[in-house]
C-alpha cells in the first residue's frame, strides 16, 4: 500500500500533468479570443494554443532540474526529449496536419462522395510550442517551491 502512495507523493509527475490539463483549458480561452466561440471541445484535440505536449515535457524537465539539480544527466536528458518533442509538434505534425489538409482536398476533388477526412490539425506553430514550453515550467516552479507534492497538498488541507 506505501507504493500506491508514493505516487502520489510524485511532485514532478503531478505539477507536471496540472500543467499540461491547464494549458488544454487555456486552449478554450485562446480560441474564444481568436473566433469569438467557446468550444469545450478543443480541449481534447490536438494542435492550437497553447501546446499542452510542450507544456507537459517543459514542466517535468523544469521539475527534474529542481528536484535532482540542474546539474544533473537525468536533468539533461529530459532537456534533450524536451526539444525533441518540442521540434517535432512544430516541425514534423505541424507538416502532417499540412499534408492532411492537402490530401481532404484532393479527395474531395477527385470524389465528391468521398467520405475521406483525415485530421488538420496535429501540430503547433513556433508560438504556440513556445508558450506551452514557458506555462510548464511558470506552473510547475512555483508549485513545487510553495506546495510541494499532493500528499503535502492534501495534509496542508486537512489539518
Given at each position: 500500500?506505501?507504493?500506491?502512495?508514493?505516487?502520489?507523493?510524485?511532485?514532478?509527475?503531478?505539477?507536471?500533468?496540472?500543467?499540461?490539463?491547464?494549458?488544454?483549458?487555456?486552449?478554450?480561452?485562446?480560441?474564444?479570443?481568436?473566433?469569438?466561440?467557446?468550444?469545450?471541445?478543443?480541449?481534447?484535440?490536438?494542435?492550437?494554443?497553447?501546446?499542452?505536449?510542450?507544456?507537459?515535457?517543459?514542466?517535468?524537465?523544469?521539475?527534474i532540474g529542481y528536484e535532482l539539480g540542474f546539474d544533473s544527466s537525468i536533468f539533461?536528458?529530459?532537456?534533450a526529449i524536451a526539444l525533441i518533442v518540442m521540434?517535432?509538434?512544430?516541425?514534423?505534425?505541424?507538416?502532417?496536419?499540412?499534408?492532411?489538409?492537402?490530401?481532404?482536398?484532393?479527395?474531395?476533388?477527385?470524389?465528391?462522395?468521398?467520405?475521406?477526412?483525415?485530421?488538420?490539425?496535429?501540430?503547433?506553430?513556433?508560438?504556440?510550442?513556445?508558450?506551452?514550453?514557458?506555462?510548464?515550467?511558470?506552473?510547475?516552479?512555483?508549485?513545487?517551491?510553495?506546495?510541494?507534492?499532493?500528499?503535502?497538498?492534501?495534509?496542508?488541507?486537512?489539518?
Open positions: 500500500m506505501s507504493e500506491f502512495f508514493s505516487f502520489f507523493n510524485n511532485s514532478v509527475l503531478f505539477w507536471s500533468l496540472l500543467s499540461c490539463l491547464l494549458a488544454q483549458l487555456f486552449k478554450i480561452v485562446f480560441n474564444f479570443f481568436s473566433t469569438g466561440e467557446i468550444r469545450f471541445g478543443i480541449i481534447f484535440e490536438t494542435g492550437g494554443m497553447p501546446s499542452s505536449h510542450s507544456a507537459l515535457i517543459t514542466a517535468a524537465t523544469s521539475g539533461a536528458l529530459s532537456v521540434y517535432d509538434a512544430s516541425g514534423v505534425r505541424k507538416s502532417a496536419g499540412i499534408q492532411a489538409a492537402e490530401i481532404n482536398k484532393l479527395s474531395k476533388k477527385l470524389d465528391s462522395q468521398s467520405e475521406l477526412l483525415l485530421k488538420e490539425t496535429l501540430g503547433h506553430t513556433k508560438i504556440e510550442v513556445l508558450v506551452g514550453g514557458l506555462l510548464g515550467p511558470l506552473i510547475t516552479l512555483p508549485g513545487m517551491f510553495f506546495l510541494g507534492s499532493p500528499l503535502k497538498i492534501f495534509n496542508l488541507i486537512i489539518n
